[in-house]
């Protein structure tokens, strides 16, 4: 497939609004208030990325992930592999981290991947809809792991 940069239908992205005062600061992450129904957060966790570490690709076929990079230098990349999508074929890169913090809201057949860009470990926090291996863990995991497939053409620049 031969992509075409630009923007992903149905992936959100919302910078955030840091509140700072003497302790330090603060950022809303989410609230439900602002969520449609199907995007509320089943579950949440942060993971640590180490410098010129890549996350990814990867993508659902039906969780959507809700990330908070609010801390260190991100750059997430984004496929849309949706047949049906607007966007079908489309990539999108974001630059997103202390500088820029933000969330993104990424759909079930988007291919995604993020990138340490900084010089010090990293952390991103992650609010998907679905439960990582359902109830209990009992279930398979919901992922296509893309890095895994040496035919992918997925670029990451």
């Known amino acids: 497939m031969i992509w075409k940069n630009g923007i992903i239908h149905d ?3 919302r910078l955030l609004t840091r509140y700072d005062d ?3 600061w603060l950022s809303e992450i989410f609230r439900h208030d602002e969520l449609e129904e199907n995007v509320h957060p089943a579950m949440a966790y942060i ?3 180490r410098p010129g570490v890549t996350r990814g690709p990867h993508e659902h076929l039906h969780q959507t992930d809700l990330f908070a990079f609010v801390n260190g230098s991100f750059r997430l990349y984004l496929w849309d592999y949706r047949n049906e999508s607007p966007s079908y074929g489309t990539r999108q890169i974001l630059d997103a981290g202390i500088d820029s913090p933000a969330t993104v809201i ?5 291919i995604h ?3 340490n860009m900084g010089t010090s470990d990293a952390l991103v926090i992650n ?3 679905q439960l990582y291996a359902g109830q209990q863990k009992m279930h398979t995991v919901d992922e296509i792991r893309w890095e895994e497939r040496p035919d992918h053409n997925l670029i990451l620049d």
């Open 11 to 13: 992936c959100t992205i």
């Open 22 to 24: 003497a302790r330090g």
């Open 47 to 49: 993971s640590m990325t």
């Open 106 to 110: 990424v759909p079930p057949g988007v």
């Open 113 to 115: 991947a993020y990138r």
């Open 127 to 129: 609010c998907p809809n």
